[in-house]
């Protein structure tokens, strides 16, 4: 198998390398021209390859006129009048020659299972031979040559007829009757030679020199005559009429320079008696600038053997000397009156310098998308480009990221390449244009996890001195390299990228390279270089990384590094620290501060405000963090905060004051005293009992008459309330105030009373109109509430009284709640009480207890438990 697709592979490069020469060779051709005109390379639709085998020795010899194809076999005509049967690749069939022609076959025809092969001949004789049996086989012979013919696609079936059509003079049907007898029938007659038959289904084409017809073997009619309408110069046998049935009712001609697509219909209305049911309708039709020496379909497109016209070839400058034409293979699609190009590769066939067009011939495997191009002596195979084709073509051209993407498409379905060596084959291809960054990025979708392959494309990369290129794709996850690898990337960046070092470091696990190599090759750069600080903080992650915590941290305090304070939360330094507590402070207070408070049981507060004591604003800083998250350690330092408060932060120092449970008032009171901070004062002395000295400090010093009201409001002191009153007698801006203010604590008339006679006091009329409005409210609401507690006693009473006039309904299961005997027993006469509250009870029950009212609920007399009495 391997053999045979070597041996392939090199035919097609042979076919290449043969066409390219003979090409250059062929000056102005048409790929030479696309070449030197195109900026865009197209890439081709179709493979060539060159059958050879047996039969190539076959046609070294003799020359091939005519050929049929199956998926099985080929059979391939000659002018010799030789049948040869060969496979697909070309080699001969054992017992699969015939030799039953004196002179050239002109036309071969199969059935469509493959088991009968019939063939005619210009000496008159016609042979139908069977490939596996030979009940059915016959020879026939004519009197004048026999150009075409075609057999029943059915014919190997039991009752098709065994039908087959010949084309001489006239178009004969012959077939089997009654009997096994042989019966030929005239289908038509009188219009000179018929060159060419195809039958499909019920329906056989033919083409004689005057047009093409079409006859419709279920009506027994002939439904249309497609007439000849190209330039009669063009003589019939040396630009013969090619027909082909694209499926069951399309017909494709090819004449000349014009191509028709026809399509066999039911007529709807029959316009008469005579006409046929169907027709057939010419859906395209256009002319070319080519001779059409045969042609076949490709899924909407056609495929075209093109032999070009005279004036084709004058406008683009080919003309050649010996004015024989290389053939063309070309794909048309086919428009309303046109036909678009979608490709054309000129052919390299063997004596084309001497070929007419009536010399080419193309067949086809129905749905296979194979061609055959049939000339005298070469018969070429055109096959639609695969997969595997388009990415050889992609590659070929340097297209390999699309090449890539088809590979990685089609993974499953591929033959000839596989996603790493396409890949790999794009990496040298980027490394040889100098794009490395991107042949870098490419590694890890391309290497995948092979690591022999990774080690290979980092040393790549090395020699190119590339190294910091593939360094941020290099695995060092499941798939993990020789630790040499990386330290070679490592040393790299140490002697020429210092920052891309560090960044390395800190991205690589420190398992992917031995940690003391690296801490010795630090440690030799950093005597060249014994300030560099990326080398230190480097050293430091070293260190750290090898569990050498202490010296990493001794490097990080030098250098003040961020990653000091996780260093020691990870690894539980706190020993380390309680003696570098003040540089720890100075570096960042924040985190510092937020570390010891963390941590109070692993570093002592007594030590640290120890340490800190020389230093008051860091202190300070560390207690008032530790009394908001620790009160009670901070109880021995609070005296100390308040001095701390007032020298750093007074804001901070009155709430303090006011959430502090042990701070010394006494020592509080002379810190503010010394600075005249009159609100603390004024808040000491309120804790301390002394409000009345508290209230002097407000009114004399701060002058502030709500400050005054709140304070005296907030103690709640009639002695304070008069001091105030008596300390605004002669301020009336604090009566005003006291005015506004205290009507709900203090009796407004005592205010008014001490009012001297002719103080100017601002805004007094509305302050007594205020003090009016609010005893008007006062007096509304006391109205509102008597009527409201009015109306609700009414109607609880007259719900009271209308439930104790309901009936009480006693039932006979109902039992005495004294003797618990039934209420209603037998036929005694005894009288029943009934309570309000639904008590029952034996009236002697009641006498026996000296009870009138339930002795449950003990009620009143004449309450809800009075008597209701029931007798029986």
């Not at 005559?225 to 063009?234: G, M, N, P, S, V």
């Not at 270089?529 to 070293?542: A, F, K, S, V, Y």
């Not at 001091?723 to 203010?741: D, R, V, W």
């Not at 009641?846 to 009212?853: G, R, T, V």
Request: hydrophobic share 40%; proline share 3%; net charge negative.
């Amino acid at each position: 198998m391997a053999e045979s697709i070597e041996r392939e592979l090199a035919d097609a490069a042979e076919w290449q390398e043969e066409s390219g020469s003979e090409e250059e060779e062929e000056e102005g051709s048409e790929s030479e021209s696309e070449d030197e005109d195109s900026v865009e390379i197209e890439e081709p639709k179709l493979k060539y390859e060159r059958i050879r085998n047996t039969l190539e020795e076959i046609l070294s010899k003799d020359a091939a006129s005519c050929m049929a194809v199956h998926t099985k076999f080929m059979a391939v005509g000659t002018h010799w009048g030789m049948v040869h049967v060969l496979d697909l690749q070309g080699n001969t069939i054992a017992g699969k020659e015939f030799a039953k022609h004196s002179t050239t076959v002109n036309q071969i025809s199969l059935d469509m299972n493959g088991d009968y092969l019939s063939s005619c001949s210009d000496d008159g004789r016609v042979a139908i031979t069977g490939l596996y049996e030979d009940e059915y086989n016959q020879i026939q012979a004519f009197d004048c040559p026999v150009k075409s013919l075609a057999l029943d696609p059915r014919f190997s079936r039991s009752n098709s007829g065994r039908q087959f059509v010949t084309g001489s003079d006239k178009l004969t049907l012959h077939e089997r009757g009654f009997f096994n007898r042989s019966k030929s029938t005239i289908l038509h007659a009188g219009e000179g030679p018929i060159r060419t038959i195809k039958w499909r289904g019920c329906f056989v084409a033919w083409a004689n020199d005057l047009g093409v017809k079409v006859f419709d073997l279920s009506s027994k009619r002939r439904i249309t005559f497609i007439k000849r309408d190209h330039d009669e110069k063009l003589r019939p046998e040396i630009y013969p009429c090619k027909l082909c049935w694209k499926d069951n009712i399309t017909l494709l001609v090819g004449w000349a320079d014009t191509i028709k697509i026809c399509v066999v219909k039911e007529r709807r209305v029959l316009e008469g008696k005579d006409m046929p049911n169907r027709y057939v309708e010419i859906v395209n039709f256009f002319k070319t600038d080519f001779y059409v020496c045969g042609l076949a379909p490709m899924l909407d497109n056609l495929v075209v053997i093109a032999y070009m016209t005279d004036e084709a070839l004058a406008e683009d400058d080919e003309q050649d000397d010996e004015g024989a034409r290389r053939p063309q293979l070309k794909i048309l699609t086919a428009l309303p009156d046109d036909y678009h190009v979608v490709s054309s590769d000129a052919l390299s066939i063997r004596g084309f310098q001497e070929y007419r067009p009536s010399d080419y011939h193309l067949e086809y495997l129905e749905g296979e998308g194979v061609f055959y191009i049939v000339s005298p002596k070469d018969i070429v195979l055109a096959r639609k480009r695969d997969v595997d084709d388009h990415i050889a073509w992609l590659m070929e051209n340097e297209k390999f990221e699309e090449a890539l993407a088809e590979t990685k498409a089609h993974a499953k379905t591929l033959h000839r390449h596989k996603v790493l060596d396409v890949g790999r084959a794009y990496l040298n291809h980027l490394i040889a244009e100098g794009e490395y960054d991107k042949a870098a990025s490419m590694c890890e979708p391309i290497l995948g996890k092979h690591k022999d392959l990774w080690e290979q494309e980092v040393f790549h990369f090395a020699k190119m001195h590339r190294l910091k290129a593939i360094s941020h794709y290099i695995p060092r996850g499941d798939v993990r390299l020789s630790k040499a690898i990386y330290e070679m990337v490592l040393n790299d960046f140490l002697q020429t990228d210092l920052e891309g070092f560090h960044q390395l470091i800190k991205l690589w696990p420190s398992d992917l390279y031995d940690l003391m190599t690296l801490v010795c090759a630090v440690q030799d750069r950093l005597l060249r270089d014994p300030n560099n600080r990326i080398l230190m903080q480097t050293l430091g992650e070293l260190y750290s990384y090898d569990q050498r915590y202490d010296k990493a941290l001794a490097i990080y305090l030098k250098l003040g590094h961020k990653d000091v304070f996780p260093l020691i939360h990870r690894h539980n330094l706190f020993d380390s620290i309680q003696d570098k507590i003040v540089m720890l402070m100075e570096f960042d207070t924040e985190r510092a501060v937020n570390l010891l408070i963390e941590n109070v049981d692993k570093v002592p507060v007594k030590k640290v405000v120890k340490q800190l004591e020389e230093q008051p604003k860091l202190l300070y800083h560390y207690l008032d963090a530790l009394f908001h998250k620790h009160p009670h350690l901070s109880q021995d330092f609070q005296s100390l905060q308040v001095t701390l408060y007032a020298e750093f932060n007074r804001d901070k120092l009155l709430p303090f004051l006011r959430n502090s449970q042990h701070c010394p008032m006494e020592v509080a009171l002379e810190v503010c005293t010394e600075r005249h901070f009159i609100p603390e004062m004024v808040f000491l002395l309120g804790r301390m009992g002394n409000t009345t000295q508290a209230l002097k400090l407000i009114i004399e010093e701060m002058g502030d008459v709500d400050k005054a009201i709140e304070f005296a409001k907030e103690h709640d002191d009639s002695g304070l309330w008069d001091e105030l009153i008596n300390a605004s007698m002669n301020k009336p801006t604090f009566i005003t105030g006291l005015l506004n203010n205290i009507g709900t604590h203090v009796d407004p008339v005592i205010l008014i009373k001490r009012i001297k006679e002719g103080m100017e006091i601002p805004g007094l009329r509305d302050s007594l109109v205020q003090i009016l409005q609010d005893y008007n409210l006062q007096m509304s609401l006391r109205e509102g509430c008597k009527k409201i507690l009015v109306s609700g006693c009414f109607t609880l009473l007259d719900r009271l009284n209308k439930i104790q006039k309901r009936g009480i309904n006693v039932e006979e299961d109902h039992h005495c709640d004294s003797c618990h005997g039934p209420i209603l027993a037998g036929d005694s006469q005894s009288t029943v009480v009934i309570f309000y509250c639904h008590h029952v009870f034996h009236e002697e029950c009641l006498i026996a207890q000296n009870m009138e009212h339930c002795m449950i609920c003990h009620s009143q007399r004449k309450g809800p438990g009075s008597v209701t009495a029931a007798s029986r």
